[in-house]
T-cell receptor, first 111, second 117 residues
């Protein structure tokens, strides 16, 4: 199946550091979503982006919808231990309500 | 709002038997639900789109006769894994979108871990 390229694949950071991850695609998407998944749980929506160039924040999280509509990034500022988990981007295919998921970024925060 | 619930959370079944997984939208009506499969340490792969009152649409490579989807009401979609085999063991997750929302984000259930022995 189709997937989005997400990087980095994994990150080990110290508590308090900022984190940045991104998603790229060869296809254009109408909507970009960012989710966090804890082990054994379903993904939880963090941020939704609807317009090219849009920059949206949710607490310590900031995400942007790329101008070309083929990429998006997520920043986490001042990381804390509970930020540990897997972060997925998801893009909505134009003309459909289907979402394609990125390969995921596994984040570990060292206290 | 926007709560999606799956049942069961986990199930173990014998090879050759069938297993049904339910996905419910608890506080909204969902005309469209989606079923995903996630293998360990991998991403979510879309299996099919479940449409209320009509046939599901399956992604390429997903066997529709093996993964039966029924969306009989606006709050319930079911996925039945027929004649399950060990290679069907996976984490199955559903999602739903709010039909009247101007936005298109999808909300996920908590997932069902299927183990076929």
């Amino acid at each position: 199946g189709q997937q989005l390229n997400q990087s980095p694949q994994s990150m080990f950071i110290q508590e308090g550091e900022d984190v940045s991850m991104n998603c790229t695609s060869s296809s254009i998407f109408n909507t970009w979503l960012w989710y966090k998944q804890d082990p054994g749980e379903g993904p939880v929506l963090l941020i939704a982006l609807y317009k090219a160039g849009e920059l949206t924040s949710n607490g310590r999280l900031t995400a942007q919808f790329g101008i070309t509509r083929k990429d998006s990034f997520l920043n986490i500022s001042a990381s804390i231990p509970s930020d540990v988990g897997i972060y997925f981007c998801a893009g909505q295919l134009g003309g459909t309500y289907k979402y394609i998921f990125g390969t995921g970024t596994r984040l570990k925060v060292l206290a | 709002g926007a709560v999606v619930s799956q049942h069961p959370s986990w199930v173990i079944c014998k090879s050759g038997t069938s297993v049904k997984i339910e996905c419910r939208s608890l506080d909204f009506q969902a005309t469209t639900m989606f079923w995903y499969r996630q293998f360990p340490k991998q991403s979510l792969m879309l299996m099919a789109t479940s449409n209320e009152g009509s046939k599901a649409t399956y992604e390429q490579g997903v066997e529709k006769d093996k993964f039966l989807i029924n969306h009989a009401s606006l709050t319930l979609s079911t996925l039945t894994v027929t004649s399950a085999h060990p290679e069907d063991s996976s984490f199955y997750i559903c999602s739903a979108r709010m039909p009247d929302s101007p936005n298109t984000e999808a909300f996920f259930g908590q997932g069902t871990r299927l183990t076929v022995v």
